[in-house]
């Protein structure tokens, strides 16, 4: 269990080029530090600081010394720009850390208490089974949500940076892949629990019931992945992508991920 009366729990994300504002980055720190009954740490690595709330933790987004055969791995994957996330996985890279961090695409709203996602099997790298590969029967975690300790898994970062075309080739360039694998490989994997971590796509909006109803946010959902589109502002407005990506406008996620957090930070921030 988590201590709640020990030191700040830590939360991390990335944002690198222009595809995520720091309004995005500003709404997960303010759904993240509502949901946990703790203190919070908000880490960002990134290039680009500008507009960040001044409680985030800023960490400059390196270029680490295996990029190159990286980067090379990745255009034969056709996955250019991928597997950012290893930076985070560097034991030192978030100065002073005790304990494992919780990290979190851009892409996701928090909605609903994030305690357990650090009570969960304490010790091992945490995902969600990924939609697809479930459906499919395959073992691999979705990243939009992880949770891992440097201290313990430093080999997510040390094997790619060991062999790093190898590891991203092995990986057909897939992050999600490679850091479930590498986990699973050590018996230090565990997934989370499914309706803790929901789709918008499949679990809030499926097609056909998308034309007849607005997206639901199914009960006990702690975090809503938006991988793929709609995107959020998207949703909220209502989406028209394709005969299966159609939304509605969706009233709760406009609760959650902007009225929220213009509540608790200010119009300014989000």
């Not at 680009?48 to 255009?75: S, T």
């Not at 073992?139 to 590891?167: C, I, K």
Request: glycine share 10%.
């Amino acid at each position: 269990m988590i201590d709640k009366t020990g030191g700040p729990a830590t939360v991390a994300c990335i944002k690198w080029g222009a595809l995520f504002g720091p309004d995005y980055v500003n709404r997960l720190y303010s759904g993240v530090r509502r949901n946990l009954s703790r203190p919070v740490r908000f880490v960002c690595m990134t290039e680009d600081a500008a507009g960040l709330h001044p409680d985030i933790e800023v960490i400059g987004l390196p270029v680490e010394p295996f990029a190159e055969p990286m980067a090379e791995a990745l255009a034969v994957a056709n996955r250019q720009g991928a597997m950012r996330k290893v930076s985070l996985f560097r034991p030192g890279a978030i100065a002073d850390l005790q304990g494992p961090v919780l990290g979190f695409d851009l892409d996701v709203v928090i909605t609903g208490d994030l305690d357990p996602l650090f009570d969960l099997a304490p010790g091992d790298v945490l995902m969600r089974h990924d939609w697809t590969e479930a459906r499919k029967g395959r073992p691999t975690g979705h990243g939009s949500v992880f949770r891992f300790d440097p201290a313990r898994h430093g080999f997510l970062y040390d094997n790619l940076a060991a062999r790093p075309y190898e590891e991203v080739e092995a990986a057909r360039g897939s992050e999600q892949r490679y850091t479930s694998h590498k986990a699973m490989e050590r018996g230090a994997f565990t997934y989370i629990p499914e309706g803790w971590v929901v789709s918008f796509k499949y679990d809030c909006n499926p097609f056909p019931r998308n034309y007849l109803h607005p997206a639901r946010l199914p009960e006990g959902a702690k975090v809503v992945c938006f991988h793929g589109r709609p995107k959020m502002p998207e949703a909220i407005e209502g989406y028209r992508g394709s005969l299966i990506r159609y939304a509605k406008p969706t009233g709760w996620l406009q609760e959650h991920w902007v009225e929220h957090a213009r509540e608790d930070l200010g119009g300014r921030w989000a």
